[in-house]
């Protein structure tokens, strides 16, 4: 909208940019024109004590820009300024003192710069104009991201500040090799949005499909790096995710060693992470700052979360309907006792109570801290004990969903991929018993054995026979033993992580 009425007022060619003229009123109707409507923009006229007497206007979006740098660093200079200067380039140089400045005359820049809360100095006869830095906008302090607390390592997380949030990753990689390439999204919004990598060690066939990928991004607004995974991202039809997401700088930081992409977008502190792996579902930045044997139990217990949360429900709901004969007997008159007088059927109650425990679940994250996690836990005791003595529902059966939600927690960026999994594993197993349940990982692996992230296989890590690939799976090895960077990713560019130790 704000195209069209730039190029009807101003009789713009779409090939061409609009430049400002050398009178100042013109320009200033020009300015009042394009942004008509618009009150927060604030114009403020004023002349220096030179002897012809030059006259100036500053243009700035109120809210967005710092008053009171605009002045003392801008106003005050200029109007006590007595020496008459034959162009802003020599105001620039001689008269005022500001570090973020810069001249231009194209119309489009000057009013983008003005809405993102930079202020524009333009003066009579001069068909340029000054863009000073000038952004004054609050943004939230930097502390530890809720959703990815540590017990041990850096408590910093990302803010809503593009600036704030590269210069994290700068403090943590102070390498002449960490390159930083800005692009704007969003016809309406002109997002902000850097790609940050390392030139020595990244694939360049990665950034360039990154960039070329971005480039292909056609939307009016870009409100959070949601938006860009969903439009960039492979497989977008796969409960699995090709693109990591993450507030911490440590986590960038570390992927950009290993020779990924990172994403950051303006107003918002989740960074993307390209390409994601399955594996990486089942990192976490603590277990590099811990021991490596405990750390690589913490890994191991993953694992078998992920498999319990997503096979627990379709292995009983088969044994009990299907295979009673695999269940000792003692064990099988238990959940016979269980069940006598329940009305429903094993899938009932199974798919019931998962419904119940993502509701829980849902609601009490949704809801404030302390009342929500009253509500969950009240809640999933109250529900659990009257569906039990009202015989909606068998005794096991909750404690099957129990230990399945609980598992859950354990692979958190898994968790929607978690939900339709076990679901798919269900409705197999209630049909074929486990039977179903095998041709239902079948299909998972291959599934997953076909997806691909920007090139890189999914799997990757897990089906490699190298040494050196395997150190940072199942297990994760010692420092002084992980030698190498995937080789993948990084393209045989520079995969030496360290050199050989004497251990």
């Known amino acids: 909208m704000l195209e069209k009425i730039k190029n009807k007022i101003l009789n713009k060619d779409e090939n061409k940019t609009t430049k400002l003229t050398k009178s100042l009123d013109k320009n200033i109707n020009i300015f009042k024109k394009v942004l008509e409507n618009n009150d927060s923009i604030i114009y403020r006229t004023f002349i220096d004590k030179t002897s012809n007497k030059r006259k100036y206007c500053i243009i700035y979006c109120d809210g967005m820009a710092d008053k009171p740098s605009i002045n003392e660093y801008i106003i005050d200079p200029i109007m006590k300024n007595e020496e008459s200067r034959s162009n802003i380039d020599d105001l620039l140089n001689d008269t005022i003192c500001y570090s973020g400045m810069k001249t231009m005359d194209d119309l489009d820049q000057l009013i983008d710069a003005i809405l993102y809360g930079d202020t524009v100095l333009i003066e009579d006869n001069n068909n340029k104009a000054a863009i000073f830095d000038t ?4 943004i939230r302090n930097i502390s530890e991201p809720e ?3 540590v017990l041990r390592g ?3 997380g990302f803010t809503e500040s593009i600036n704030v949030n590269l210069s994290l990753i700068r403090r943590k990689i102070l390498s002449k090799d960490l390159k930083y390439k800005y692009k704007i999204l969003g016809k309406q919004t002109k997002t902000k949005i850097c790609i940050c990598y390392m030139e020595n060690i990244a694939s360049d066939k990665i950034v360039e499909e ?6 292909d991004i056609d939307i009016d607004g870009i409100l959070d790096s ?4 969903e439009l960039i991202r492979d497989e977008p039809l796969s409960p699995f995710i090709t693109i990591g997401y993450t507030e911490r700088p440590d986590v960038v930081a570390a992927n950009l060693l290993e020779g990924k992409v990172a994403l950051i977008c303006d107003g918002t502190p989740a960074v993307l992470t390209i390409p994601f792996l399955f594996i990486e579902y089942f990192q976490a930045n603590e277990d590099y700052y811990n021991n490596f044997i405990y750390s690589s139990i913490n890994r191991m217990l993953r694992y078998i979360g992920f498999f319990l949360t997503t096979s627990t429900p379709a292995i009983y709901l088969a044994l009990v309907t299907y295979h009673q004969e695999m269940i000792p007997t003692p064990l099988l008159i238990s959940i016979s006792a269980a069940r006598e007088g329940v009305p429903f059927p094993t899938i009932f109650e199974a798919m019931a109570m998962t419904f119940v425990f993502e509701v829980l679940r849902e609601a009490g994250v949704r809801l404030p801290k302390p009342i929500g996690a009253t509500i969950s836990i009240v809640g999933a005791l109250v529900l659990g004990d009257a569906a039990v003595k009202a015989k909606f ?3 096991p059966i909750v404690i099957i969903v129990g230990l399945t939600g609980i ?3 354990l692979v958190p960026k898994m968790l929607g991929a978690i939900i339709i999994i076990r679901v798919i594993f269900l409705l197999l197993a209630s049909f074929l018993g486990l039977y179903g ?3 239902g990982v079948i299909g998972l692996f291959i599934h997953l054995m076909s997806m691909r992230s920007f090139g890189v296989p999914y799997m990757m890590d897990l089906v490699s026979t190298e040494y050196q690939d395997i150190k940072d799976t199942a297990i994760r090895a010692p420092w002084w033993c992980m030698e190498y960077r995937p080789k993948f990713i990084s393209n045989r560019k520079n995969r030496i992580r360290k050199k050989n130790s004497t251990k």
Request: no cysteine.
């Open 393 to 395: 529902v068998s005794a």
């Open 226 to 229: 949601g938006y860009i995974d």
């Open 210 to 215: 990154v960039e070329k990928r971005l480039d």
């Open 437 to 439: 349940y095998i041709f």
């Open 135 to 138: 952004k004054g906008w609050q």
């Open 407 to 409: 598992s859950s927690f």
């Open 147 to 149: 959703a990815e607390v």
């Open 154 to 156: 850096p408590r910093e």
